[in-house]
């Protein structure tokens, strides 16, 4: 992992923000803004993992998506390997992504039914005129090496493997492109907990084998805790943390990083902490809270939490959080 004091982000956001318009009409002027990512900041840096965490509808998945620019952004800045690609279009839009792939979290629905492995991997280095001829079928077998598949699998159709065997396949298909870093969302939430693990290890491996860069999305903490060197804790399109695995997860800053952190099962009684119940439910992101969006819920909020909504700032060391009265 790189030195983040003196090497410069991969990755890097500014105010980034995605809002979609729903109910809309043919009547003009119809239809509610929501704003699913909110002027979220941040950088991810050369052979890191940055995890990204919180409650379902917190804009994890959407920010992914933004990132990778299969949606556009609808305000803020988004640079990659050095190049604004905020509007980036046509072949410079194509050339981001064969640097910078998703991974999807069912491995069944990203995968074309009708076609074999052979096919859906070898098109991919084709499109992007990455391998010709002979080449093409030594990078389809080094592809099946690298996430632990036998290589007469190439002639099969996806409904003949198991979930874990097509999310490999689905790994596979990001690597083929050689990218530099893999937005994973969600990648092991639809397998059972004992093929995650084998999942998890494999990213693990791939990242220090390849030097890739992962942004990964998953509400199991757990997972998050051992595949990530950072975390970013997400709620309502914002986020209110960001600092060091071992950091965050040893003494959380936020409120709300501290209630989802307490969540986590223990098997030793040691290590259990006190479970916090938040009260009521995550508010709509059509009507967001004044102030603090996570004031409705916090058992600490004040007058001031309520009225002004404060900003993502360092707190110590690396750590930043978004709190006008950070846990000590």
């Known amino acids: 992992m790189s030195d983040r004091s003196t090497t410069a982000p991969l990755l890097s956001t ?67 390997d050095g190049e604004d690609i905020t509007k980036a279009k046509g072949q410079s839009l194509t050339s981001v992504r064969r640097r910078m792939q998703m991974i999807f979290q069912d491995p069944s629905a990203s995968l074309n039914p009708r076609r074999r492995v052979r096919d859906m991997l070898g098109e991919v280095l084709r499109v992007h005129k990455i391998r010709e001829g002979k080449a093409v079928e ?69 990242r220090d084998r390849l030097d890739l860069t992962y942004v990964f999305i998953a509400h199991d903490l757990a997972v998050v805790r051992q595949v990530s060197t950072r975390v970013a804790v997400m709620y309502l399109g914002s986020i209110v943390e960001i600092g060091e695995t071992d950091a965050l997860y040893a003494k959380p800053s936020h409120p709300y990083s501290q209630a989802l952190l307490s969540a986590i099962p223990q098997p030793h009684k040691r290590d259990r902490r006190e479970r916090i119940l938040l009260s009521g439910e995550i508010p709509s992101p059509l009507n967001p809270p004044q102030g603090c969006k996570f004031s409705t819920r916090c058992p600490y909020a004040k007058d001031v939490c309520r009225s002004l909504r404060p900003p993502l700032i360092p707190v110590s060391g690396e750590r930043k959080v978004a709190c006008h009265f950070p846990l000590d």
């Open 14 to 80: 500014k105010a980034l923000t995605k809002t979609f318009t729903v109910g809309k009409t043919m009547r003009p002027g119809s239809g509610k803004l929501l704003r699913a990512v909110e002027e979220i900041s941040l950088d991810v840096y050369p052979r890191e993992t940055l995890g990204l965490v919180g409650e379902s509808g917190s804009g994890k998945s959407t920010l992914g998506r933004c990132l990778t620019r299969l949606y556009d952004v609808s305000g803020g800045e988004l640079h990659f």
């Open 138 to 206: 030594d990078r389809l077998a080094e592809l099946m090496d690298l996430v632990g598949l036998r290589r007469d699998y190439l002639d099969r159709y996806p409904h003949e493997f198991s979930g874990g065997q097509r999310q490999r396949i689905g790994i596979a298909r990001a690597l083929a492109v050689e990218p530099k870093m893999i937005v994973a969302d969600e990648p092991v939430s639809a397998l059972d907990v004992s093929v995650q693990a084998q999942i998890v290890n494999l990213f693990s491996d791939l």
